[in-house]
């Protein structure tokens, strides 16, 4: 018999699971829901020497 006491890393282990599934569920609906985000990133200007 296995007397192991959990020390709460099983029950963080199941939260942490949880929340990046709902993160995962969460993107998709707000993309399905039209918000989109967009990053312009700065053109790279190149001096020539």
Not at 3 to 30: C, E, P, Q, R
Request: hydrophobic share 45%; net charge positive; glycine share 10%.
């Amino acid at each position: 018999m296995n007397n192991h006491k959990d020390d709460g890393t099983f029950l963080t282990g199941v939260i942490m699971t949880l929340l990046m599934m709902a993160s995962a569920v969460g993107g998709y609906w707000v993309r399905d829901i039209g918000i989109t985000f967009k990053v312009q990133a700065p053109q790279v200007q190149r001096r020539v020497k």
